[in-house]
């Protein structure tokens, strides 16, 4: 079975500042996916960025990027420029590529607050 | 925006009674699923669906069923409630094999009491 391991319950960061937070995850699986998702105080669930485990280069989107480790199993969020937006719970999540299921293994969620 | 709805958005019942939460999509993706979500645990598979009557069981099931009657409908439904299905309940679909995303609806807060 797969699980994801998000190990910092809560982080701060100044506005403007960069900020990164950590997943590890653990799969004997060879071709899967790998997602961030935010979640901010109104409970919506929002996709953030997404990798694909046969791609080297790791994604990147607008602020946000990830550094993908895939032999370490480790796959980091690196929020740039920080803005109070960003304040939300942010979720690691894995996805088994192929079979009939597709559902997501969910990581318990670090908390971010961007301070003014 | 995947047009996904829930309802209601928020519910409070009584232990024993029975509900039933929806969830509607306007784009006609094959896979739906159900999470909750609770602190501590991030979110967590109940159901989902692969089709038009095609369900199966997720990580945490008893206690739910489900039904797919339509390409757009997925219903939960809780049989009989107890406490500890207080939660909120995450309708989500997922885009094509290919691309493997999933998008999620707003959520259902359920309170149990």
């Known amino acids: 079975a797969q699980t994801v391991t998000q190990s910092q319950p809560e982080m701060s960061v100044q506005e403007a500042e960069t900020v990164t937070l950590s997943c590890t995850y653990d799969t004997s699986e060879n071709n899967y996916y790998l997602f961030w998702y935010k979640q901010p105080p109104s409970r919506q669930m929002i996709l953030v960025i997404r990798?694909?485990?046969?791609?080297?280069q790791n994604a990147t989107e607008n602020r946000f990027s990830v550094n993908f480790q895939k032999a370490a199993k480790s796959f980091s969020l690196k929020i740039s420029d920080s803005q109070l937006g960003d304040t939300a719970m942010y979720f690691c999540a894995f996805m088994k590529q192929g079979g009939s299921q597709g559902n997501l293994i969910f990581g318990k969620g670090t908390k971010l607050s961007v301070k003014p | 925006d995947a047009g996904i709805t829930q309802s209601p958005r928020h519910k409070v019942t009584e232990t024993g009674t029975p509900v039933t939460l929806r969830c509607h999509q306007t784009?006609?993706?094959?896979?739906m699923y159900w999470y909750r979500q609770d602190p501590g645990h991030g979110l967590r598979l109940i159901h989902y669906?692969?089709?038009?009557?095609?369900?199966d069981k997720g990580e945490v099931s008893d206690g739910y069923s489900v039904s797919r009657s339509k390409t757009e409908d997925f219903l939960l439904t809780l049989e009989s409630a107890t406490s500890s299905q207080t939660s909120v309940y995450f309708c989500?679909?997922?885009?094509?094999?290919?691309?493997?995303?999933?998008?999620f609806g707003p959520g259902t807060r359920l309170t149990v009491l």
């Open positions: 669906s692969y089709g038009v009557k095609d369900t």
């Open positions: 990798q694909e485990a046969y791609k080297q």
């Open positions: 784009e006609n993706h094959r896979y």
């Open positions: 989500a679909i997922r885009t094509d094999l290919s691309y493997n995303e999933q998008f």
